[in-house]
């Protein structure tokens, strides 16, 4: 019973990696990153506050500076990321570094933000406007393909990581159906035929990985070595 919830197990993992459902991202940084665009959308459309608007003027630079400390944080963590990628492929290491440099720019931008509202240059409602619509352009087309870039080589390692998994428990299940042969040939069987099917979900993941690899390099790393 406990070999065939272990092979049921098995085919799960690999079923799901076949269908791309493994993600690298966490709930926590996907809910991260919803929640600055939330924040910047709500105070590029923000009003006048009428007699209050000194002290919704200040609420809402406040609400800045977190969006801008957040992304701060966000960044940072990326470049944790970046720098504990590790190997010898000599195309990635061009792709790391870029992505090092490109990221350095990121952390420049946010900091000079950061400056800028320290400094009160953000002294009304429409400057803060005009501010965080730059910055909300800013962030989907520079720093949003950035992560959306980084996490799509994570997704891609982790896919592998846990196919090698798959196959090593695959094998491991398979010298137990070998030894149970000896006291039940039937069971042994059966248990076979599961394994059959868990070993073929995990060669189709591995191909399916293979392009994913394929299609990342080609989109990302490539061009690298054009330029």
Known sequence: MKKNKKIMILVLVAGLLAHGRVSAQSETIKKAVENVKQSVDTLVVARDGGENGTDDLGLRI??????????????????????????????????????????????????????????????????????????????????VPLTEEVNEYFAVQKNGDVLKTAGL????????????????????AGLKILLSKANKIIEDGVEIRKDAEKAFREKYVDLLKIA
């Open 62 to 143: 406040e609400a800045f500076k977190k969006v801008v400390s957040l992304s701060i944080s966000e960044a940072k963590e990326l470049k944790v990321r970046i720098l504990l990628i590790e190997g010898e492929d000599k195309d990635l290491e061009l792709w790391k570094e870029k992505t090092l440099e490109r990221l350095g720019l990121v952390m420049e931008y946010l900091i000079n933000q950061e400056k800028k509202i320290a400094s009160q240059e953000v002294r009304d409602i429409e400057v803060l406007k005009a501010t965080a619509q730059l910055f909300k352009e800013w962030r989907e087309a520079v720093y």
């Open 169 to 188: 428990r695959a094998s491991k299940i398979n010298k137990d159906i070998v030894k149970l042969q000896k006291t039940n040939p039937r069971k042994a």
